[in-house]
């Protein structure tokens, strides 16, 4: 004869066994989705929780940057840039440039994920004749996770500095540009990678000393190796 209890333990032990296979699903789905350990420094995650710092470093400039989250889809960092390439371009000139990167994750699917960013901020090309203005480039990077701790995508960027000092001020330089990446996680709380844009610089300027205003444009690129650690 089968007592209560007997019947309550095989119910319980029943709904265990089913469960225990959907949570291991459940479990595998969010490694699946989670791409980059959950949080990124050129890719598509955002990082929450514990903030991170990472160095970039390539043309045409090296930046130091410490990112730290704002919600769990939502991010921010603050960046200093030794700048050696003027505006992306092949042409050399050295600079500092301080920003306030934000992403925002759109979406965060198995095997698609898409991320908008802005990156206002403050510019200096210490020429003869200093340029300062403000840098406002906005952009979106589409990452397709390969495994677990792999990523590659693109990026795609408008770039855009308003310098109000200089010979050819006000002077508006803009352009778009897009690129591959790929960001590997070695570990969970270490990053690795290359960073790439391609595209133009669009300069116009206005007139100075009997020098007309005008346009002109030059090919603009970017190519950065980076290193980034989430600290503990």
């Known amino acids: 004869m089968t007592t209560p209890a007997r019947t309550v333990a095989g119910t319980l032990a029943a709904v265990l ?4 296979p959907s949570q291991a699903s459940a479990q595998s789905d969010a ?15 955002t990082v929450s929780g514990r903030p991170s710092v990472d160095v970039q470093t390539g043309w045409p400039s090296t930046t130091f940057g410490y990112t730290f989250g704002m919600s769990p889809s939502a991010d921010v960092s603050l960046r200093l840039g030794l700048l050696y390439g003027y505006e992306g371009t092949t042409s050399s000139q050295f600079g500092l440039s301080f920003y306030a ?10 095997d698609f994920k898409l991320l908008f960013h802005v990156d206002p901020g403050l510019k200096l090309y210490t020429m003869s004749n200093a340029q300062f203005g403000f840098q406002f480039p906005v952009g979106l990077v589409m990452g397709f996770p390969v495994q677990p701790n792999l990523e590659i995508g693109v990026g795609l960027d408008f770039n855009m500095t308003l310098l109000v000092t200089g010979n050819f001020a006000p002077q508006f330089i803009f352009g778009p540009a897009a690129g591959p990446y790929v960001e590997y996680h070695p570990t969970p709380n270490l990053a690795v990678g290359l960073n790439t844009r391609f595209g133009a610089s669009i300069d116009a300027y206005s007139s100075y000393q009997g020098i007309p205003g ?17 600290l503990p």
């Open 31 to 45: 490694a699946a989705r989670s791409g980059l350990s959950g949080w990124s420094v050129v890719g598509t995650e």
């Open 214 to 230: 005008g346009t002109g444009t030059e090919f603009a690129f970017t190519t950065q190796l980076f290193l980034g650690y989430r």
């Open 101 to 110: 990167p934000m992403r925002f994750q759109l979406v965060q699917a198995r």
């Open 17 to 20: 066994v089913a469960l225990v």
